[in-house]
């Protein structure tokens, strides 16, 4: 098995967690918005955390898998980067979009740390993040459709 498909399995199971993740975190941040008067409960920081901390590694990952990428290479050299649709949203769109919704889970995660009751600019920030991985998580490749 050669280096690329090592790093391919390892983003692609790092994909399957981080889906769970994010549905522990949306509901944390739902919970907390509606359930709690905007109290910051611990599993809300938790989840937070725990799905930030797994967006990063997915990302370092994703860019090692990049740089060893044959399609990558493939579509520099024939310059479609950009005009193929598909070459566009593997490789330009769908690391834009994670690399957002990774900030935006630190940011989160900052002022998750700092105060006490939930901000709505929060709860925007968490729902951007997660329209972002909806976006441009792979839904067809990982689950076949």
């Known amino acids: 098995m050669d280096t690329f498909n090592i790093i391919r399995e390892a983003h692609k199971g790092f994909g399957y967690l981080i889906l769970v993740a994010a549905l522990v975190f949306i509901v944390a941040l739902l919970m907390a918005m509606f359930g709690y008067s905007g109290k910051i409960s611990k599993l809300l920081k938790k ?3 725990f799905t930030m901390i797994l967006f990063h590694l997915q990302f370092l990952i ?3 898998m990049l740089v060893f990428s044959p399609g ?4 520099l050299d024939s310059g479609t980067l950009m005009s193929d649709s598909y070459n566009r949203v593997t490789f330009v769109e769908h690391p834009f979009s994670m690399l957002v ?10 002022y998750l ?3 006490e009751t939930l901000a709505l600019k929060v709860v925007f920030m968490g729902v951007l993040a997660l329209i972002l991985f909806g976006y441009a998580f792979p839904w067809a490749k990982v689950f076949g459709a």
């Not at 919704?101 to 900052?110: D, G, R, S, V, W």
């Open 47 to 49: 989840s937070t955390l």
């Open 62 to 64: 994703g860019i090692a």
């Open 72 to 75: 990558l290479k493939a579509a």
């Open 101 to 110: 919704a990774a900030i935006l889970l630190t940011i989160i995660n900052k």
């Open 113 to 115: 740390k700092k105060n």
